[in-house]
Every structure is written in C-alpha cells, then in structure tokens.
C-alpha cells in the first residue's frame, strides 16, 4: 500500500495541525519555569559583602546578570522584607519597623498583605511553594497566632520563630513548632535551611515550583559554622573615604557620632566585620548545594535563581559603627544576582531596580499577569532578556524609613535626652524617633542623584550628586540649582502618594510647581499630624 499523502488543505492536515499546536502549549504549560530565591539578611554591596560569596557569584552572577544598581524601599529588615513580599512601597503596606505595633506580622498584616503577597498569588496559578528561614522578626508572636500560623500561598513552610539565629531556635514546621539546639550538625540554621531545601527539591510533585530560602546571614550574632571561625583572619572592615569621618552637613543624628572612633570602637567594628563574612561562607555552600541539586534533577536550565538582600549595612562609615537605617548608598543598596532560561551569562545591568520589583518579576516569569496586581514594582524580566532601550523603564524609586525612638533618657548618655535609640556604650546612637525620612533615588542621563527630606522640626534636606561624590561626602541642599531641588521635591510627593500603576509611571513635572520640603510629610506622617493637633 502507498504512503498517504496529506494536503494541507485536507480535514485530517487541520486535525494533525491542531494537535500538535495543543500538545505543543500543553507542553509549554508543563515546563512553565521554576523560580528560586536566596535572601541574605543585612547583606552589604557598598563596602564589599559580597567578597567571601566567591561560589554565588560564580554559580548565578558570572552564569547570568548582575544588577549592579538595586535598592530597597526601606533599610530595615520587616519593612523590606514586606516590600518583597508584596511588591509594595511601605506607605502602601503599612509595615513600619520591626514591631508588632509597627504591623511586624501582626494580625492587621496577615489580614490585609499575606493573601495578596505574591507566592499567595503564585499557588493559585498551579506553583508548588516553599519556604525555609527568617520570614519577618515578628513571626510566631502569641499575639499573632504563634508558630501556629503559615501564610497563605505556601506548601510547605519551614520559618525561623522571629529574628535572626544559628542556634537555640524553633522552626514552625507547617506549623508545628520545631526546637532546635547547639549541635551543628543537627542545628546550625544555615545548614538546616540547605537540607531541607534539598530534600524538596529531591521530593517535589511535577508542578512548576517557588522556592524561597531566607538565611540568618549575615545578621548578628555572626555565629560561624566550626569550620569558618578562623576565616579572614587578617580582614578588617574598609577604609573607605566615609570611614570614621564626620557627617558634617548631614542630620543631626549622623552629626553626634563622634569623631574620630574610639580605639574599642574600632577594633569591635573590625571583629563584627570579619564575623560577618564568616557566617556568609555557608551561605555561599547553601547556594552550592541547590544549584547542584537543580542539576542533579534534570531542571537547572528551567530555573530562574534570584541572590539579594534584604537591606544593606555599615560599619564606620559617618563613625557610626554597625547597623542599617540610614539613607546612605551603604544601607539602602543591595546585590542581586540572577541566572535563568534565556539569560545570557556574564552580563551587568545598570538599570535602576528596587526590591518592590521581585515579586512582579516573579510572577511574570511564572506567566501571571502582573497588571491584575496592586504591586507598585516593575518586573525586570525583560531588562534580563536585553530589553533596555525602549526608553520605558524608570528614572527613579522611594526609600522610605519611620525612625524609633525610646520615650526616655538613658541614664549612661544623659546629654542625649529622649529620643533616641540603638545606642552604643560610647552614647552614639544609629535610631531616633525623627531620623523619619523620605528619599527620591534617580538615575538617568541627566543626573546619578538622591534628595531626602526628614519629618523634624526643621524638616531637614539632604541631596547628593552621587557622580561626583559616590561616598556621599557633601550634601548640595543649599548650593543645588533651585530648578532641580523642585522637580525632586516634586517627584518625592508624587511617590510618596503614589500606589500601584502610578509608582510605575514616571513623574510629569508641573512648571508651576513651588518647592516646599513642609508639605512632604503632612498627609502621611502620624506624628506630625498629632503635634499638630497638640499645637492648636
């Protein structure tokens, strides 16, 4: 019998075409990609913390892209962390410090952002989630459901009971509470989060998955695995031009740290500093251990990594000596490394990206349609996939940061009076009830510049041209063309009031605009609001 012949215009040709075409989108449907996402908590980029992460730069950012220009919406851990959970800036979301009454993982958050954060979003489209680590600081609170309460959106949930440790901890195990010890091979939390991230890697069901591993590294207490106590023996924490100089100009904060450092200041400084990278090396054999195992399982080529931070962090730098908070590009820039499906290696991307921008990227790698969200982020796929020139991408993005403060003087800085809080015992301190602040961080062809306004008395102002001075040495508020000091002022009010598609689009500037640094904060700060009502 003589091979059939099909023409293309016959029934059975249409049929056969059909077919295929749906087998084809079945097909693709089934491979949708995988998405894992590596979260350093108090990663630096600024005064090289990425340095001991010799394996994670090799392993994602040589692999993939690097975006060399990425920020936070707030330089603080819950803050930030809500940020990229929901996509939102904090106005929006309402997460203000790190306490429950600041809507930490309070009631009031889980029942207004975690069913619209986006792994929520990413079970519903047919994506198996994960999670293992640090969640937010006040996770598993009594007063909040304890270790009982697992977010919506996740399949399997292994979360760190508030902040960050390495050992004596308790995991909530899909909600069941979970101690753990002093043993390292049983309990050092940076391993633990390995095991059990391999472990459903080596079990998931054949769906698409979200896996997001948030490690205790490399906030304090810096507790090494065995094996790293000794590491970087002869590091100290850089000398750069900010190191252990005054913040003159700056907010009175900055200006009370003293300078220059006491002698301990500085070689306790130096000690937390060489910690810090210690605890990073196991991050860095985490990240080992799940690219290897995404190869092992046949799916690397069809996963997306995703490294970064929550916030970044200073050490000397303005003589403060460690912590986040400020406006700084040491606090508020963070590293983010990717690899993925389609993703050139070795490429560099200065384009300006926030971390209000993961959870939109996420879900359009996951083929979900990120208009239908309130997120006020932008996703970045297609800055990865070489889309840069289309001249749609933003110029600029919000840092916001509500300052704490305690309502009493402490009795070893006396001088210092109320106010104030986390304080040194040489009465400097990094926190104050009015180091409230508000930034506009732009990058584009007419200027590399941040404008920052305080909600205090004076409502204090400080600009830097960042081309010209990277380390953030002179502030220019006074000297600054008024033209440009107004379009910023501008852009930051519109920010500030900004949600959803608005936060995206860039600002039209109102020629009959007056710059007035008064009006920033008066419909968004309580506060100011309250002295006012005091005052009439």
């Known amino acids: 019998m003589g091979a059939i012949r099909l023409s293309l215009r016959s029934p ?14 079945a097909l693709a449907e ?32 040589d692999a993939g892209i690097s975006f060399t220009n990425t920020f936070v919406a707030s330089p603080l851990c819950c803050p930030s962390r809500a940020s990229i959970l929901t996509g939102k800036y904090p106005h929006n979301h309402h997460v203000i410090n790190n306490t429950l009454e600041g809507n930490c993982s309070s009631q009031a958050w889980q029942k207004s952002e975690e069913p619209g954060a986006f792994p929520a979003l990413l079970q519903e489209h047919g ?12 996770y598993g609170a009594s007063e909040a459901g304890g270790v009982e309460h697992v977010p919506p959106g996740w399949d399997y949930w292994f979360a760190l009971e508030k902040n960050s440790k390495y050992y004596n901890y308790t995991l909530s195990v899909n909600g069941r509470p979970e101690k753990h010890g002093q043993n390292y091979s049983e309990d050092y939390l940076t391993d633990v989060l390995a095991n059990v991230s391999l472990e459903f890697l080596q079990h998931r069901s ?63 400084l130096d000690d937390a500093f060489r910690k810090r990278w210690r605890t990073l090396l196991s991050v860095d054999d985490l990240v080992e251990k799940v690219v290897k195992k995404l ?3 046949g799916e690397l080529d069809n996963t997306y990594i995703i490294f970064t931070s929550d916030n970044g962090y200073h050490t000397g730098q303005f003589s403060l000596p460690m912590d986040k908070r400020q406006l700084y590009e ?136 960042l081309t010209a001075d990277p380390f953030q040495l002179n502030n220019i508020a006074k000297s600054i063309d008024q033209e ?53």
């Not at 059975?12 to 989108?25: E, G, K, P, R």
């Open 127 to 138: 994506y198996q989630t994960f999670f293992a680590g640090k969640y937010l600081n006040e």
């Open 12 to 25: 059975l040709s249409f049929v056969l075409i059909i077919c295929a075409t749906l087998v084809d989108a």
């Open 30 to 61: 089934y491979r949708r990609p995988n998405v894992v996402l590596i979260l350093a908590d108090d990663l630096d980029v600024a005064i090289g913390g990425m340095i001991p992460l010799n394996k994670t730069k090799r392993l994602i950012g």
């Open 295 to 297: 190869e092992s399982t």
């Open 484 to 536: 440009v000091l107004e379009k910023m002022n501008h852009r930051l009010m519109m920010l500030q009031s900004c949600s959803g598609a608005s936060c995206r689009t860039p600002g039209v500037y109102d020629s009959g605009y007056k710059f007035d640094p008064r009006m920033m904060f008066g419909s968004h700060s309580l506060r100011r609001r309250k002295l006012r009502q005091a005052l009439k």
């Open 206 to 268: 054949s769906k698409p998955f979200f896996m997001m591993v948030s490690t205790p590294a490399p906030h304090s207490p810096w507790t090494a695995a065995p094996q790293y106590e000794n590491s970087f023996a002869s590091v100290r924490a850089p000398r750069d031009p900010s190191f252990n100089v005054h913040g003159k100009d700056k907010h009175w904060l900055i200006r009370q740290a003293k300078t220059p450092m006491s002698n301990s200041s500085v070689k306790f």
């Open 330 to 465: 040491f606090d508020i820039r963070v590293p983010l490394l990717v690899r993925g499906p389609d993703v050139k290696p070795n490429q560099t991307c200065q384009m300006l990206v926030a971390n209000v921008d993961l959870g939109p990227t996420i879900l359009d790698i996951a083929r979900y349609n990120v208009s239908k969200t309130q997120m006020d982020g932008m996703s970045f796929l297609p800055l990865m996939n070489g889309n840069r020139g289309n001249g749609t991408w933003r110029t600029d993005i919000l840092v916001e940061y509500e300052g704490e403060g305690q309502n009493i003087t402490d009795p070893s800085c006396p001088l210092l009076g109320p106010g104030v809080s986390e304080c040194f015992p040489d009465c400097v301190c990094e926190d104050s009830y009015n180091n409230t602040y508000a930034c506009v961080r732009t990058m584009s062809p007419s200027g590399n510049l941040q404008y920052c306004e305080f909600d205090d008395s004076e409502v204090f102002v400080e600009v830097y041209n």
